[in-house]
């Protein structure tokens, strides 16, 4: 993940602490329960513009859910991605979080948990995780493949990095968010799973794909050294290089491969709960779209991006009602 307003270590340490001692002054679960989703829609705004616009679209209740499972991922992509620590650091630093993740389990509400030093979106988090019947094992993989990302690796194939490294980064969060979705009547849960497996695996590949200047200097290409019938082990050793063609090639081919899962994603959002469904089906084209930009003109000096209108172009213009003024009205 990219942020779009990167915080420093010490901004989320304070942040951390006030959001703490909000919580100390509330009296029962319920309001605990509303002051962290706003801690959570602060993180989210403040990093992703796309996907806070999207999320718009939900019921209140689901809404304030996914801004809480948003930070809780934020998180930890920001120890291994933006703080200047150490391997072995960020490594002390993703434990302490899942410690604190476990813990959790021993607590009945926020309150409890935050009192006795949890912070308060992971107290949070894991009331998510509850209501919605959220299983662990799904952010237990998440936090391995933050760990992963602190070392440079190298992947096979498609599907290799999809099953040994997406799995955790992104498919296990589309795992959380189906949870919160829900089915549409007479659908099953399995079916919403696949989709959400789809749409996450294009998020991340499109992810990758305009990221891929700034993972080479963190010595981290997502390209697979097999891809297609071609051998990419040497294009590898050019992308982390800093090789101008290189990268650019990796970008059409991680775009390329997420526009085929688009396509896979596009089948199973009728799945979904007809109150989720059209946040989904916003994401899908607002990122489907992002990522056809990326393949129409890919670029090593500049990460690729919509602007509000071409957001706003994608988004059901009826629903306009449901964003926040100060991001239609956003130049």
């Given at each position: 993940?990219?942020?779009?307003d990167v915080?420093s270590?010490?901004?989320w340490q304070t942040?951390?602490?006030?959001?703490?001692s909000d919580?100390?002054?509330?009296m029962d679960e319920n309001?605990?329960?509303l002051?962290s989703?706003?801690f959570?829609?602060k993180v989210?705004r403040?990093?992703?513009?796309?996907?806070?616009a999207?999320?718009?679209f939900l019921p209140?209740?689901?809404?304030?859910?996914?801004?809480?499972?948003?930070?809780?991922?934020?998180?930890p992509?920001?120890?291994?991605?933006?703080f200047a620590?150490?391997r072995?650091?960020k490594?002390?630093y993703?434990?302490a979080?899942?410690n604190?993740?476990e813990?959790?389990?021993?607590?009945?509400?926020?309150i409890?948990?935050v009192?006795?030093?949890i912070?308060?979106?992971?107290?949070a988090?894991?009331?998510?995780?509850?209501?919605?019947q959220?299983p662990?094992a799904?952010?237990?993989?998440?936090?391995?493949a933050m760990?992963?990302?602190i070392n440079?690796?190298r992947?096979?194939d498609?599907?290799?990095?999809?099953?040994?490294?997406?799995y955790?980064s992104?498919?296990?969060v589309?795992?959380?968010?189906?949870?919160i979705y829900?089915?549409?009547?007479?659908?099953?849960?399995?079916r919403?799973l696949?989709g959400?497996?789809?749409?996450?695996i294009?998020?991340?590949l499109?992810?990758f794909?305009r990221?891929?200047?700034?993972?080479?200097l963190r010595e981290r290409?997502?390209?697979?050294?097999?891809h297609?019938?071609?051998s990419?082990?040497e294009?590898?050793d050019?992308?982390?290089s800093l090789?101008?063609d290189a990268?650019?090639?990796a970008?059409?081919i991680?775009a390329?491969e997420?526009?085929k899962w688009?396509q896979?994603?596009?089948?199973?959002?009728?799945?979904?709960?007809?109150?989720?469904?059209l946040?989904?089906q916003a994401?899908?084209?607002l990122?489907?779209?992002?990522?056809t930009?990326?393949?129409?003109?890919?670029s090593?000096?500049d990460?690729?991006?919509?602007t509000?209108?071409?957001?706003?172009?994608?988004?059901p213009m009826?629903k306009?009602?449901?964003?926040?003024?100060?991001?239609?009205?956003?130049?």
């Open positions: 993940m990219q942020a779009d915080w270590q010490a901004y942040f951390h602490k006030q959001s703490a919580v100390s002054e509330v309001s605990a329960r002051l989703a706003r959570g829609r989210l403040s990093y992703s513009s796309s996907f806070y999207v999320t718009r209140p209740d689901k809404k304030a859910d996914v801004e809480l499972v948003y930070a809780a991922v934020r998180y992509d920001e120890v291994v991605d933006t620590l150490s072995d650091l490594t002390t993703l434990d979080w899942q604190d993740f813990q959790t389990r021993n607590y009945s509400g926020i409890p948990a009192s006795s030093g912070s308060v979106i992971m107290a988090f894991r009331d998510v995780m509850r209501r919605n959220i662990d799904y952010y237990i993989s998440f936090l391995d760990r992963n990302d440079s690796q992947f096979s498609w599907h290799d990095l999809i099953e040994n490294y997406i955790g992104a498919t296990v589309g795992y959380f968010l189906t949870h829900g089915s549409a009547s007479g659908q099953n849960l399995d919403c696949r959400a497996r789809s749409l996450a294009a998020l991340q499109t992810n794909a990221d891929v200047v700034d993972d080479a290409c997502y390209v697979p050294e097999q297609g019938s071609s990419g082990s294009l590898v050019q992308v982390l090789d101008q990268m650019t090639e970008q059409l991680l390329n997420a526009n688009y896979e994603a596009a089948f199973d959002i009728d799945a979904f709960h007809p109150d989720s469904r946040a989904i994401c899908h084209r990122y489907s779209r992002l990522n930009k990326i393949l129409s003109n890919p090593t000096t990460r690729e991006s919509l509000m209108f071409e957001k706003l172009s994608v988004l009826s306009y009602w449901r964003l926040p003024a100060a991001l239609v009205l956003e130049r």
